[in-house]
């Protein structure tokens, strides 16, 4: 049987047919990753946006199973990568952030009662409030969690590796401190001249 990423399905017929899902999709099949991906942009000037970032590609997959046939409880695990226009907290730059997520979720269902899914190693607990679950929206929410709190180029490669607020930076570069220093004391005379 097809079954559709975007459907919602029972737990255990997801389980009971070992269902994989490839995914080959693109920013915008995830409404909650775009939301996010949309926050990112609102900080840069309509012009400087990529102009088709919502058709950057998503892929990787899902695939359903049980944790342990006797406890019968059902486990998913996933997979995904994308490329996710981002901007640089410290040069305020947009570049390519390269989103790669992978877990092991073990479904617990809202109000079951507490032993019926065990925490088990390996294995990240999930809850649900029914039943059903939509793989599309798993993918969604696992790739909203992996988005960069503060996106940062690579020191390397961040056009603001200069900043002068940059803490780190004063350890390994004396003189520039120095100049400042300099710099400041040159202010402070000038009233008097
Ligand atoms: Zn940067």
């Known amino acids: 049987m097809v079954r559709s990423f975007t459907d919602a399905y029972a737990l255990n017929e997801l389980a009971d047919s070992q269902q994989v899902f490839d995914i080959s999709l693109k920013i915008k099949d995830f409404p909650r990753l775009t939301e996010a991906v949309e926050r990112e942009m609102d900080a840069l000037e309509p012009a400087e946006r990529p102009p088709s970032w919502v058709d950057l590609p ?22 995904v990568s994308a490329e996710v226009p981002v901007v640089c907290q410290r040069c305020l730059e947009l570049f390519e952030f390269e989103l790669e997520t992978a877990a092991a979720l073990l479904f617990a269902q809202d109000g079951a009662d507490g032993d019926g899914v065990a925490v088990r190693e390996g294995y990240e ?16 929410e696992a790739l909203v969690m ?8 690579q020191e390397d490669r961040c056009g603001a590796s200069f900043a002068p607020d940059e803490e780190e930076r004063n350890t390994t570069r004396p003189f520039a401190d120095l100049k400042a220093l300099m710099a400041g004391a040159d202010k402070k005379r000038d009233p008097a001249e």
């Open 58 to 79: 998503v892929s990787g997959k899902i695939g359903f199973g049980y944790a342990d046939e006797r406890s019968g409880s059902v486990s998913a695990e996933l997979a």
């Open 125 to 140: 607990s999930w809850e649900l409030n029914d039943d059903r679950v939509r793989p599309a929206e798993l993918v969604d």
């Open 146 to 153: 992996a988005m960069p709190f503060a996106a940062k180029h």
